[in-house]
Nanobody, 126 residues
Framework: VQLQASGGGVVQPGDSLRLSCAAS????????MAWFRQAPGKEREFVAA????????SYADSVKGRFTISRDNAKDTAYLQMNSLKPEDTAVYFC????????????????????WGQGTQVTVSS
């Protein structure tokens, strides 16, 4: 199972970035794709998740209304569109997927995910 995250960079507050998570075909048939992030000195935290077939993704309160998770099954790629970025969004962003189905109440829990990408750095600074 392979996940390759990309798209990070250094931006100013208020700017936008789009992260991509390229998955192997077999991986992308999996049911749940998610994004987590980890800032220096902090624990990894949930950002967003999209279960296959769900009409509404799940988001952390801190990013709701600013970030959008999506997936393109034809390209085997998941995305995280990040708008109105803030300095507190600075972190390494990881994409993740699971070996099986994750119930809605567990999508925010990192132990529920079996496979992780290598992470991409996002720095928001003026």
């Amino acid at each position: 199972v392979q996940l390759q995250a990309s798209g990070g960079g250094v931006v100013q507050p208020g700017d936008s970035l789009r992260l991509s998570c390229a998955a192997s075909r077999r991986t992308f048939e999996r049911n749940v794709m998610a994004w987590f992030r980890q800032a220096p000195g902090k624990e990894r935290e949930f950002v967003a998740a999209l279960r296959k077939g769900d009409s509404r993704p799940s988001y952390a309160d801190s990013v709701k209304g600013r970030f959008t998770i999506s997936r393109d099954n034809a390209k085997d790629t998941a995305y995280l569109q990040m708008n109105s970025l803030k300095p507190e969004d600075t972190a390494v962003y990881f994409c993740a997927t699971s070996a099986g189905w994750i119930i809605l109440s567990n999508v925010r829990s990192s132990p529920a995910y079996d496979y992780w990408g290598q992470g991409t750095q996002v720095t928001v600074s003026s």
